[in-house]
């Protein structure tokens, strides 16, 4: 970043998988760094290792305006925003209650939204700034089970399109980072929520056959995706999409080159061999 202090970020979900790493490697690199999570006891490494934890719920507008408010009276700039604060909120549409429809897009939409509107008036003055949005190939392509996760990751990815045309001119990047399967909380919440709406009833086989596929499959360490943090912030001038993470390149590629009508039959294939 071209600033002559050291940067400084936030970094939103540091409470556990690809935050907390994320957190730690730009420690590493020399930002200094405020870890944000609901979780705030589960931010000590973070702590030990020189950063600041914040208390920071993306779906409570004051500790997200509490949050911003603090690192500008300390550090008085904010150099790097990664939102990557959010979870899956799986289970058939039929099934998962508005209620947490609702909740997944607060999470994993507006929480976004909102606290970039935040951070973006500082970043303009200062005349820098580099804006990174944890998506996900799900924000690209979907699966059974996944309507709402999907909806919040798919709206992510047009929010981001805009945004970045908007503050371009203000010398803000802004990146989207896609990731494949990665190790995290994410599978397991996933899958819980899953069980819980749609187990027992007309969609209970694809439930059991999610469950037998993510007790199976083995992901690479969050590594992967903060190495890409690190591609893009250390760019003159990033990509607006990084991807990586298992299975990523080959599913976004093979989207992006089947029909609607193709990708839907690949789709029910594995959906049946989960």
């Not at 490494?45 to 408010?69: F, H, K, N, P, Y």
């Not at 929010?159 to 010398?171: A, C, K, T």
């Not at 992967?224 to 760019?235: C, G, P, Q, W, Y």
């Not at 990523?248 to 089947?258: D, N, Y």
Request: include cysteine.
């Amino acid at each position: 970043m071209n600033t002559r202090e050291r940067p400084v970020a936030l970094v939103t979900g540091a409470s556990s998988g690809m935050g907390k790493d994320f957190a730690l490697r730009l420690l590493k690199e020399g930002y200094t760094v405020y870890g944000a999570a609901r979780r705030v006891d589960r931010m000590k490494e973070i702590e030990v290792a020189g950063g600041r934890v914040l208390r920071l719920d993306v779906t409570d507008d004051q500790s997200m305006v509490d949050a911003v408010a603090r690192i500008i009276a300390e550090q008085r700039r904010i150099d790097v925003l990664i939102n990557n604060a959010g979870y899956g909120q799986f289970g058939a549409l039929e099934d998962v209650p508005i209620v947490e429809g609702r909740r997944q897009i607060e999470t994993n939409l507006i929480g976004v939204a909102r606290l970039t509107q935040l951070c973006l008036p500082y970043m303009r003055a200062q005349g820098s700034g580099r804006i990174i949005n944890i998506s996900s190939i799900g924000g690209k392509l979907a699966m059974p089970l996944g309507g709402w996760y999907h909806a919040s990751k798919f709206a992510l990815e047009g929010l981001s399109d805009s945004l970045r045309n908007e503050v371009r001119p203000f010398g803000i990047d802004v990146v989207v980072i896609e990731p494949g399967g990665v190790e995290s909380e994410w599978s397991e919440i996933a899958t819980e929520e899953a069980t819980r709406y749609s187990a027992e009833g007309a969609y209970g086989g694809l439930v059991r056959s999610f469950r037998k596929m993510q007790g199976r499959l083995k992901y690479p360490h969050a590594k992967v995706i903060s190495d890409l943090v690190v591609k893009a912030l250390r760019a003159k001038h990033p990509k607006p999409r990084y991807n990586g993470g298992h299975l990523a390149a080959p599913l976004l590629f093979l989207r992006r080159h089947l029909s609607d009508r193709m990708f839907d039959r690949l789709v029910t294939r594995a959906s049946k061999g989960w």
